[in-house]
């Protein structure tokens, strides 16, 4: 008995650079489906991730706004993929941003303060030269960007002003020994 073959159009596959809603929807849920893999790896070698949460706030609010920002992201790279080649750098520089939020909190989870401030800073730089090229292409796209690269420059912030031993005038201690 010979197997049948099934023909699937090529325009059916999952493809997160499709120019419909579905191109959407993978764009924004690809990236989290990428944390959720790498947490559950993590979790087999027995690393647990770490989420900057300031002033009490609780650790599951400062792990959602961190990864909140990754479909925003993956929605940013599907509004400017199509978009020539200039769209398709922005696109690519988006990737390593989100695969840089990605490993944040698994790389970070060993480091000191001032190795976990240096990484967060590079990570807001990353972002930063990402939205630049995406706004280039699409003002939308770098407008979705930005809460994401907002909670990354006050996690940077934060961290690199608690390390310094300076605070804020609206932090809770203002340390002028």
């Known amino acids: 008995m010979a197997a049948k073959t099934i023909a699937i159009p090529y325009g059916s596959a999952p493809d997160v650079d499709r120019s419909d809603v579905l191109g959407l929807v993978l764009s924004a849920a690809l990236p989290l489906a990428l944390f959720i893999l790498a947490n559950g790896m993590a979790h087999l070698v027995g690393t647990r991730p770490m989420f900057f949460a300031p002033f009490g706030m609780p650790a599951a609010i400062a792990a959602g706004l961190h990864l909140g920002a990754l479909p925003l992201f993956g929605a940013a790279r599907w509004m400017v993929a199509d978009k020539g080649r200039a769209g398709r750098v922005a696109g690519r520089w988006v990737v390593g941003l989100i ?73 809770p201690t203002n340390n002028q020994n």
Not at 121 to 131: D, E, K, P, T
Not at 143 to 161: I, K, N, Q, T, V
């Open 99 to 171: 695969a840089g939020t990605i490993a944040f909190p698994f790389l970070v989870a060993p480091l000191d303060s001032l190795a976990l401030s240096a990484v967060a800073m590079a990570l807001l730089i990353v972002g930063l030269a990402a939205i630049a090229r995406v706004s280039k292409v699409s003002p939308r796209a770098a407008l979705l960007m930005a809460p994401g690269l907002a909670w990354m420059g006050f996690s940077a912030l934060m961290g690199l002003s608690f390390l310094s031993g300076w605070s804020p005038p609206f932090g």
